[in-house]
Each structure stands twice: as structure tokens, then as C-alpha cells.
């Protein structure tokens, strides 16, 4: 059966800005996703990310050049690679089905009843007194994702911990980091109880992970998309960041999430900038995560309706209206 597919690029604004070493921005640019038979319709939600040398443009052309073949998520996998404009059309896919046959995706997933998730919250680069003021705010929530630079890291740490002494802390440095300045940053990071440290070294870059301490725990992000960069990975890194846009959809980043805990990585479920809808799938995908850093729709001015239900630092598992 033909599917229709519809696509669309839509802008939502951010609270504030939201930096990182590669930049600022203060809006989330995304890739909307419907697909119909005509009786029923399932939609999803994509974040093209430049790093990865995706725009919004060339998402919503890939997902317009596949719509007239377009059958199932096992066909899909072929008809291409890895990224944004795939996770679209997989986890809209997933949504289809679910409404075709009334049976949620976590019911199909593994059969679970799925539960809420403890959502990291996530603070931007600054300088030491912005982030310390950043954190003073969100100093009551267990779990903070801070936002790291390079140079300058070990005030940023310090600041961070003595605003908030009492939240677990995990550090990202979105490749940042050099062999010059990886000691200093990795020991300030002990010295501060922080518990995982998410791409310190370039992809591509990072070989130097084979051969100095992890005192701190050490997770791919940028390193790792898929399944079969777990292979790559092995021996530098202790933890994998498995994000539903780098990997090309929910189907996977299942496979990719199974095979991580079989290797024994310590396994982080994360997202980029987007609303409730590009996140709802990662909600169930971080079911079987140790940590999760779902808080793309906290950090925007506003949502869509209806959205995820956020309840203090808990994040609920999606109702139908939303996906799944």
C-alpha cells in the first residue's frame, strides 16, 4: 500500500540561548513527519544537526525522494543511511503501526509496561559566574548535563559543583577537549564528583582514549551512531550516548542499545534540540538506559500540544495523542 507522506520544516523558539563549544542558538529547527493510508496516520519528528553535515533542506529532500517507495521500516533501513531524515520516517512508521493495530510501540518494543525516566537537565557554556548562576536555578534537580568548552573547563567544573553540591554531575564537551588540556579537565572533573564525561576528544581524533586514565567514565557521542561503531569504539570509551537522530530511528537504536549493554557500556539515551514529539520515542528507548538526557522541550519557550508530561525531574512515557 501507498503511504502518503507529508513533511515540513518548523521553527521553535528557545529560552534564552542554548551554546555549546560549536555555537549559540535560539531556536530549534526541525523536520515534521506524517505518514497515512488513508484510514490512519502515524507522525514523528527530526533534528538535522549540521555537525553531521545535515540541513533542514537536504532532511526534507531525502525524506521527499523516498515517499513514493516507501513500505515498511525493514525496507526503509536500505533506502537510506543513517540520520535525521530516516529516524523521521522510522519512528512515523512506528506510530503508523500502532495505530493501525491499537497495540502501543512499548507493548511491541518487548512487551513492557514502560515507566517515567529521570531527564538530565542541561545548562550551557558560559563563563564560571554564568553557568554558576545557571546552576544556582537548577541547583534542585538531581541530575545536570553541563555544557563544557576546552580551555577553561576546570572553573567552569568547579563553579558548577560548589552551585549545586548535592546533583549528580555529567560533563559534555562536545569534542572540545585536547591531549594538552585532558589531564587537567579530566582531574578537576574527579576532584568534583562528576560521574560521566561525554565526548571530550574529536571523532576521529580520539585513539588517544586507548591509552590514558578514565578515572571518570567516558561516553560516545559524536563517536558513535550505530551498531557497528560499537566495534570501533571499543577500548575508549566505557559509555555510549545513543541518540534516535544519529542512528536513523527507533528500530536502530534498539538493536544499537541491546548489543551496547551486551558489551557491557554503560548506555546514555540522549536527544537533540526538539520538541515532545522527537522525544517521545526516546522516552521507551530510555527504558533500558542507566541515564537519559531527554530535556529538549524544557529548554524551549514553548511546546508542542500536546506534549510529554515533565513532573519535576521525571519524564512520562507518551500518550497516543502524542506517538505510540
Not at 555529567?170 to 582531574?187: F, G, H, P, R, T
Not at 560521566?196 to 590514558?212: K, S
Not at 571499543?234 to 534516535?244: F, R
Not at 533500558?288 to 525531574?313: H, K, M, S
Request: with cysteine; aromatic share 4%; net charge negative.
Amino acid at each position: 500500500m501507498t503511504l502518503r507522506v507529508t513533511a515540513c520544516i518548523e521553527k521553535w523558539p528557545i529560552a534564552g540561548r542554548f551554546v555549546i563549544s560549536r555555537g549559540a542558538r535560539t531556536e530549534a529547527t526541525v523536520v515534521a513527519v506524517e505518514l497515512s493510508d488513508g484510514s490512519a496516520a502515524g507522525r514523528a519528528e527530526c533534528v538535522p544537526y549540521a555537525r553531521y553535515g545535515e540541513t533542514p533542506e537536504s532532511v526534507l529532500a531525502q525524506i521527499e525522494a523516498v515517499a513514493g517507495t516507501l513500505s515498511d521500516r525493514t525496507a526503509l533501513q536500505a533506502l537510506l543511511p543513517p540520520g535525521a531524515a530516516r529516524n523521521a520516517l522510522d519512528c512515523a512508521l512506528w506510530d503508523l503501526e500502532a495505530k493501525r493495530s491499537g497495540v502501543p510501540v512499548a507493548h511491541r518494543c518487548a512487551g513492557m509496561m514502560p515507566r517515567p525516566v529521570l531527564t538530565a537537565y542541561t545548562l550551557s557554556l558560559g563563563t564560571p559566574d554564568e553557568m554558576s548562576e545557571a546552576t544556582r536555578k537548577a541547583a534542585g534537580r538531581p541530575l545536570l548535563k553541563v555544557k563544557l568548552g576546552g580551555d577553561g573547563d576546570v572553573e567552569r567544573i568547579r563553579a558548577v559543583r560548589a552551585a549545586a553540591p548535592r546533583a549528580r554531575l555529567v560533563v559534555d564537551a562536545n569534542e572540545a577537549w585536547s591531549e594538552e588540556n585532558y589531564l587537567e579537565n579530566m582531574i578537576a572533573c574527579l576532584e568534583s564528583g562528576v560521574f560521566l564525561i561525554e565526548q571530550p576528544l574529536p571523532a576521529g581524533a580520539d585513539d588517544l582514549l586507548l591509552h590514558v586514565p578514565h578515572p571518570v567514565p567516558i561516553c560516545a557521542d559524536e563517536s558513535l551512531h550505530v551498531f557497528e561503531d560499537l566495534e570501533k569504539i571499543a577500548g575508549k570509551y566505557d559509555a555510549v550516548n545513543v541518540k534516535l537522530d544519529k542512528a536513523g530511528g527507533l528500530t536502530e537504536a534498539l538493536r544499537t542499545v541491546e548489543e551496547a549493554r551486551r558489551r557491557g557500556f554503560l548506555v546514555m539515551v540522549g536527544c537533540m534540540l526538539g520538541t515532545s514529539l522527537a522525544m517521545a520515542p526516546a522516552v521507551l528507548l530510555a527504558q533500558y538506559a542507566q541515564v537519559a538526557d531527554l530535556d529538549g522541550p524544557l529548554l524551549l519557550a514553548r511546546d508542542r500540544r500536546p506534549g510529554l508530561r515533565y513532573a519535576g525531574a521525571m519524564v512520562e512515557p507518551p500518550l497516543p495523542a502524542l506517538w505510540g
